[in-house]
T-cell receptor, first 113, second 112 residues
Framework: GESVGLHLPTLSVQEGDNSIINCAYSNSASDYFIWYKQESGKGPQFIIDIRSNMDKRQGQRVTVLLNKTVKHLSLQIAATQPGDSAVYFCAAAGWNTGNQFYFGTGTSLTVIP | DVKVTQSSRYLVKRTGEKVFLECVQDMDHENMFWYRQDPGLGLRLIYFSYDVKMKEKGDIPEGYSVSREKKERFSLILESASTNQTSMYLC???????????FGDGTRLSIL
C-alpha cells in the first residue's frame, strides 16, 4: 500500500510571504501526485499535479517539487494571500495501486493579514 | 467544469437506520469514489466503481455498501447506521485512474 503524511498540521504565514507545505510518501511505485486545497465547508479542489518523470511543475503562483530519492514533495505558494487560507493535502497513486489514491492528513494554512 | 453533486450537506440519523447518500456527476466519468474524512486521518476510501454495476472495496468497506445503476450516479448505503459512522463523506469522480479526482462538497453525517 501507500502511506502519505504531511510534516506540519498547521502553518501560519504573513500575507505576501511565500508558503511551503511538505508531504512524504512511502511507496516507491507511486508515480502520480496531486495537491488539493480544501476550504471550510467545501470539498477538496485540485490545485496542481505532477508525474514522476518531472521534478518540478509550476502553475499560477504555485510550484510543486518532487524528490523521488527521498520520497518527498512540496507545494510552494508565492505571495500568499488571505484567500489561500485553507487545508492543503497531497495525494499519491502508483502503478501498483490501480485507481486508488492515498491522501495525506492535511496542513491547515492560516494567512495573517 | 466538472460538477459533482452530493444530495445532502448535513444529515442526522439514528442508530440502526438505513442511510442513503447520493452522488451525481455530470461529466460522464467512468470512475466514482466514496471517501470518509475524519480529523487526523485524512481521506479514507470506502468503495469505488469503475463502471456501471461494478464496485470494488476500498480500505474501510465494513458497514457500507454501494450501488451504481447509472453511470452518473453512485450511492453509498449504511446498512445499519452506528455512531462510529459519524463523519464527513466525500464523493469523487474521474475519467481515468491517472487524472485528478473531482470532489463534491461533502455530506456531514451525524448518527445519534
Amino acid at each position: 500500500g501507500e502511506s502519505v503524511g504531511l510534516h506540519l498540521p498547521t502553518l501560519s504565514v504573513q500575507e505576501g510571504d511565500n508558503s511551503i507545505i511538505n508531504c512524504a510518501y512511502s511507496n516507491s511505485a507511486s508515480d502520480y501526485f496531486i495537491w488539493y486545497k480544501q476550504e471550510s465547508g467545501k470539498g477538496p479542489q485540485f490545485i496542481i499535479d505532477i508525474r514522476s518523470n518531472m521534478d518540478k511543475r509550476q502553475g499560477q503562483r504555485v510550484t510543486v517539487l518532487l524528490n523521488k530519492t527521498v520520497k518527498h514533495l512540496s507545494l510552494q505558494i508565492a505571495a500568499t494571500q488571505p484567500g489561500d487560507s485553507a487545508v492543503y493535502f497531497c495525494a499519491a497513486a502508483g502503478w501498483n495501486t490501480g485507481n486508488q489514491f492515498y491522501f495525506g492528513t492535511g496542513t491547515s494554512l492560516t494567512v495573517i493579514p | 467544469d466538472v460538477k459533482v453533486t452530493q444530495s445532502s450537506r448535513y444529515l442526522v440519523k439514528r442508530t440502526g437506520e438505513k442511510v442513503f447518500l447520493e452522488c451525481v456527476q455530470d461529466m460522464d466519468h467512468e470512475n466514482m469514489f466514496w471517501y470518509r474524512q475524519d480529523p487526523g486521518l485524512g481521506l479514507r476510501l470506502i468503495y469505488f466503481s469503475y463502471d456501471v454495476k461494478m464496485k470494488e472495496k476500498g480500505d474501510i468497506p465494513e458497514g457500507y455498501s454501494v450501488s451504481r445503476e447509472k453511470k452518473e450516479r453512485f450511492s453509498l448505503i449504511l446498512e445499519s447506521a452506528s455512531t462510529n459512522q459519524t463523519s464527513m463523506y466525500l464523493c469523487a469522480s474521474t475519467q481515468t485512474g491517472n487524472q485528478p479526482q473531482h470532489f463534491g462538497d461533502g455530506t456531514r453525517l451525524s448518527i445519534l
